[in-house]
């Protein structure tokens, strides 16, 4: 008896069940945000918190309530920028284990900021932007190509290629650093990814960056479904399947960088996030990818108040965090899927 494809499920189901899985995670994120600016290395009480809220600062604590808002908002932004990407390069390769870290792309924006800071005495938040997204878009340009290499760019040898140059990469940054002691300090905790100097003014210059690159993958959406189909059906059904590529790797590269400027190389959110989505609202993108970006904003957020949570009185980034959380996904996925295409 034929079943139907994975992908055409997907794009059937339900809208009534997405709906609802939607309301869900709103309210997910409704609940941790609250947990977000209740919870942390202070404790603080409710007087504190709604003083706090109203931007009292008279006391220690309602200091430490008015400095969570913008971090909770910066891991909102992170978390979601960096879940559709992972969407979006997943759909792009048409690889499973596709994810800004695990393709090396996140290292590419990391290099390229060392350099920045390193060579150039970089320190404007405008040019770690640039430069970030610099280096994400030609380490994504160099895995592709070097994943192409021998009869095209196939899951396994995407997510091969990816390792190794992020494995590359980890050891240019630390040349870089090594025989500068000053420049090691100011790296190091962003390196780690976290969202704990998290300003209103960061979230300012980064904010618009992230809503273009949204837009872009969001538009996108209807080619992202064809690419899933395989190129020859693809353009059978009139997609230029070229310029639907590039114009959706080029919203995810904004994404990444963005994110990877402002809170360091957070890794397995992009990779973590998209699959879970899957089973919750199928693989239809134009539904996929803003879950996806609910999904990412509910996860980083988590992890921020769980770090914060088991370290009192000190706290753990969330890169450490969802390193623990994706690293046995990862396996996973690799176990289960085989390393298939989707």
Known sequence: MRTTPPSVAGLRRSAAVRLIWIVVLVVAIVVLCAASVAF?????????????????????????????????????????????????????????????????????????????????????????????????????????????????????????????????????????????????????????????GATWDRIAVIAPVLVVGAVVCLVMAGGMNSLALGDELATGLGVNVLRSRLTSSAGAVILCGAATAIAGPIGFVGLVVPHVCRLLVGTDHRWLLPFSALGGAALLVMADVVGRLVARPSEIDVGIVTAIIGAPFFIWIVRRQKVREL
Do not use: C, H
């Open 40 to 196: 942390g290395v202070r404790a603080v009480s409710m007087n504190d918190i709604l003083a706090g809220l109203g931007g009292d600062t008279s006391t220690v604590a309602r200091s430490a309530v008015v400095a969570r808002v913008p971090r909770t908002v910066l891991a909102l932004l992170v978390g979601a920028a960096l879940a559709m990407s992972g969407t979006t390069m997943q759909a792009v390769t048409r690889n499973p284990l596709a994810d800004p870290g695990i393709l090396g792309v996140s290292s590419g924006a990391a290099l390229a900021v060392v350099i920045g800071i390193a060579f150039f005495g970089m320190s404007s938040p405008y040019a770690f932007l640039v430069v970030a997204i610099a280096g994400a878009a030609v380490a994504a340009v160099f895995v592709y190509l070097i994943g192409s290499i021998g009869g095209g760019a196939s899951p396994l040898k995407l997510a091969l290629a990816g390792a190794a140059i992020s494995a590359a990469f980890a050891s240019l940054v630390s040349a870089v650093l090594l025989p500068r002691v000053d420049v090691v300090e100011s790296f190091r905790f962003w390196q780690i990814g976290g969202v704990g």
